[in-house]
């Protein structure tokens, strides 16, 4: 990468931190166009529980990677860094700035870091996890996890099915940890990045803004938008887009394994512990310019800071 690299901003956080509303108002001033990274905004009726922009918000400023697929197809990284390179290339052809923002910052690692080459899922493998969680949970399967590959079992929630099946299942098939096939990636993009992040100057003002937005997801409908995905005779709580945060507390009340109030609570908890792990990754990376998301001039610094670096 060097300065003549075209442009591109990264802008992070964890979740509940003002991202797309800072995204909104760079683009007011500056020559931007919007690819969003997260791994559930991918999915087509997924609007409520994920924050989705409004269309008039979509309408304002071109956004990329929301509604690309179906719920009942599977998406990675390993994608979402190849659609994410086409839009950019496609993005700076048009003479303006890509702007990628979100949370889903495994996606941020495989656009910056590029990828290992993982193989491919094995469904016999998969299904036989599934059936020995089913029996013993997936915290059993996370301390053999934590056995074989400690660097991966420190960065997965014991409940993590999906990342713990992964894991293993990449160990089961090459037979060395994926954390260590993970390190071998180091294909850059060609841009010159800026990397900005919101993050809460007070953990405790996060938690009650996850609170809040979540009880407002509640009453903008968000129990009748995973009703009607759960009626789809395709879908199952065991699809990637159905583990999503708040989408798999909800179903388990629909299926009457919660009550409402535990469901909620659920689903609190849930998002509180994602934003711990957002952090905590974001924190460990270098070269972000973080700012304060409670800041009411955050906008106004994020901007001089954008439109400062383009002009260099």
């Known amino acids: 990468m060097n300065r003549a690299d075209p442009p591109a901003i990264l802008l992070m956080g964890p979740t509940a931190t003002g991202k797309s509303d800072a995204a909104l108002a760079l683009a007011a001033h500056l ?11 991918i999915y087509r009726g997924m609007d409520i529980g994920t924050a989705k922009p ?25 994608r979402f860094r190849e659609d994410a390179l086409a839009t ?3 993005i700076t ?72 099946q992964r894991a293993l299942e990449v160990h089961h098939v090459t037979g060395e940890p994926m954390s260590a096939q993970l390190r071998q990636a180091h294909a850059a993009p060609p841009y010159r990045l800026l990397r900005l992040a919101l ?53 388990a009340w629909l299926d009457g394994q919660r009550t409402r109030e535990e469901a909620i609570r659920d689903g609190i908890v849930a998002t509180r512990r994602y934003a711990k792990r957002q952090m905590t990754w974001l924190r ?4 972000i310019r973080s700012f304060d998301a409670a800041d009411p001039g955050v906008h106004d610094r994020l901007y001089r800071t954008a439109s400062g670096w383009l002009e260099k």
């Open 54 to 78: 409004t269309p008039a918000e979509r309408a304002a400023v071109p956004h990329h990677l929301i509604d690309i697929l179906d719920p009942a197809e599977s998406y990675s990284a390993a």
């Open 199 to 251: 993050l809460p100057a007070s953990r405790v003002e996060l938690h009650e803004r996850i609170a809040a937005r979540f009880e407002t997801m509640i009453d903008a409908g968000f129990i009748d938008e995973v009703a009607a995905l759960r009626a789809r005779p395709d879908l199952s709580a065991a699809h990637p887009s159905m583990r999503a945060v708040g989408y798999r507390q909800i179903w």
């Open 88 to 90: 950019m290339q496609a």
């Open 284 to 287: 460990g990376e270098q070269g």
């Open 93 to 164: 052809e048009r003479g303006r700035v890509p702007l990628l923002v979100g949370g889903t910052l495994l996606y941020f690692r495989a656009l910056t870091r590029g990828l290992a080459p993982l193989p491919s899922a094995d469904a016999e493998y998969r299904a036989a996890l599934e059936r020995e969680a089913g029996d013993s949970g997936w915290p059993a399967l996370h301390a053999r996890l934590a056995e074989i590959d400690p660097e991966a079992a420190n960065r997965v929630h014991p409940n993590d099915a999906q990342r713990i």
């Open 31 to 41: 020559p931007i166009e919007i690819i969003s990274v997260d791994s559930a905004m």
